[in-house]
């Protein structure tokens, strides 16, 4: 098993990685699959009208996450990590006030938000609770093309056909040098290797890729992380959506700041900075800002705010170290993915926010100097306290009760590599087991509380 750095961590846009970021890219692989002509009836018709429809949690927070403007901007062409969000409303305002989508490449699709872009709150699709279909007609209405996609979390975006080739496909040794599938088979192959957890996971990476593009791409992720968190601490005023739900960072860091400068310590500071790093980037995201995955964009905050802790408050932090952070937290974030998931939809928040913390706790303890097993540790006591956790956002925006959660988190992970790094790694639960753990609960959980909006803080902070 093995799953790249950059596609854990990939750039993009707000609000939601599976609601926003992965239709948009599932209308782009529409789009290539219209260019290609390579499907039934190409050479009788031309596509002239295209439609699509959400489903599932799609269709409950899709509004409040933005999946329909992403459609739209999608069909348009515009992808998650290119496009600028500064011009998303007057590519959207045009489709609909013209009916039409140009995309580059190809000739223009009549799309007429209003009729063919529906909310299919009846009809969930079977693969997975994120489900979106897309049709393409012909001049006379006559269907030409029909593909469903799944949005499975973190902006991976799959097809049915795809979906159903995962689920039957018998596992496979990937073709990396360190090619773990759970943390038990990652653990052993550092006692049998004498290396780290991110040097392995480099060897990894550098199978396929230079040691300069590896790292090259690296301080590109951190770099965007690095601007999320200032935009988000330099920004004012009331986030979109209908909430009224203020920016807060920018006040908590003038605070901060102002005491830094006196040279006040307090008891919480520690606390304050986790929280404040973390919640500049969830205000960025809710604004539809560009962020990271990581590993999707309702838990962006975590990974940045403890990494940006690491650099202000301890002397090893450099270029290397940093590097280190995100290639462990990444081995993390791709043994939960693999053996669970980070879908909310699939499985609550405790797989956003609960693998960002978990991904966090590793690298932090890897970069202060954690054994590996240290560092599984710190993994595991991080994804521990977040079972259970529902998702629940109010309105179906990534604002209440996102944004602080993810300040939640970054404190968790702080807590979970300190206590990881206070003992020799041996400890009762292994990582392999919360992760499975969290995988039957949120099986077990009730889709009410999975990101459809329709229990918990979303039904009773609307009804007060």
């Given at each position: 098993m093995f799953l790249s750095i950059f596609d854990v961590f990939k750039i993009g846009i707000g609000p939601s990685s599976s609601h926003t970021m992965g239709p948009m890219t599932a209308a782009n692989r529409f789009l290539d699959e219209l260019k290609s002509g390579d499907w039934p009836r190409a050479a009788r018709a031309r596509p002239a009208a295209l439609t699509a429809s959400?489903?599932?949690?799609?269709?409950?927070?899709?509004?409040?996450?933005?999946?329909?403007?992403?459609?739209?901007?999608?069909?348009?062409?515009?992808?998650?990590?290119?496009?600028?969000?500064?011009?998303?409303?007057?590519?959207?305002?045009?489709?609909?006030?013209?009916?039409?989508?140009?995309?580059?490449?190809?000739?223009?699709?009549?799309f007429l938000p209003t009729r063919d872009l529906v909310f299919d709150k009846r009809n969930p699709l079977p693969g997975h609770p994120n489900g979106l279909q897309f049709t393409a007609l012909d001049t006379d209405g006559q269907l030409l093309l029909r593909r469903i996609y799944y949005s499975i979390g973190g902006g991976f975006v799959v097809t049915d056909a795809e979906l159903e080739a995962v689920k039957v496909a018998s596992p496979a040794q990937a073709d990396v040098p360190y090619p773990f599938a759970h943390a038990k088979d990652m653990l052993a192959m550092a006692a049998s290797s004498g290396l780290s957890i991110a040097a392995m996971k480099r060897a990894n990476e550098e199978a396929s890729r230079s040691r300069k593009t590896l790292d090259d791409g690296i301080d590109e992720i951190w770099s965007v992380m690095a601007a999320c968190i200032d935009r988000g601490l330099g920004q004012a005023g009331i986030m979109p959506g209908g909430l009224n739900v203020k920016?807060?960072?920018?006040?908590?860091?003038?605070?901060?700041?102002?005491?830094?400068?006196?040279?006040?310590?307090?008891?919480?500071?520690?606390?304050?900075?986790?929280?404040?790093?973390a919640m500049a980037v969830n205000e960025e995201n809710a604004a539809g800002g560009r962020v990271v995955t990581a590993p999707t964009n309702g838990a962006a905050g975590v990974i940045p705010a403890v990494l940006r802790y690491f650099i202000k408050f301890d002397a090893r932090a450099n270029?290397?170290?940093?590097?280190?952070?995100?290639?462990?937290?990444?081995?993390?974030?791709?043994?939960?993915?693999?053996n669970a998931s980070i879908s909310g939809a699939e499985v609550g928040c405790q797989g956003e926010v609960g693998s960002a913390s978990a991904m966090a706790a590793a690298g932090l303890c890897a970069v202060m100097g954690g054994t590996p097993t240290q560092v599984e540790n710190a993994a595991e006591i991080a994804l521990e306290h977040h079972l259970g956790m529902t998702c629940d956002p109010v309105a179906g925006l990534v604002q209440i009760p996102c944004i602080e959660r993810n300040a939640f988190g970054a404190v968790k992970a702080v807590t979970a590599a300190s206590l990881a790094l206070k003992g020799d790694g041996t400890h009762a639960v292994p990582l392999d087991a919360c992760i499975e753990t969290m995988r039957q609960t949120g099986m077990d959980m009730s889709e009410r509380y999975k990101e459809t909006s329709l229990a918990g803080l979303a039904v009773n902070v609307v009804a007060c």
């Open positions: 959400l489903h599932g949690s799609l269709a409950f927070t899709g509004i409040g996450h933005g999946t329909g403007r992403a459609v739209i901007l999608g069909l348009c062409g515009e992808n998650p990590r290119q496009i600028d969000p500064d011009t998303m409303d007057a590519k959207i305002a045009q489709v609909e006030a013209t009916g039409m989508v140009h995309p580059p490449g190809h000739a223009a699709y009549r920016r807060r960072a920018k006040a908590i860091v003038a605070q901060l700041d102002a005491q830094w400068q006196r040279n006040e310590i307090t008891p919480l500071m520690a606390n304050d900075w986790l929280s404040v790093y270029s290397s170290t940093i590097r280190d952070y995100l290639l462990t937290a990444a081995a993390i974030g791709g043994i939960i993915k693999h």
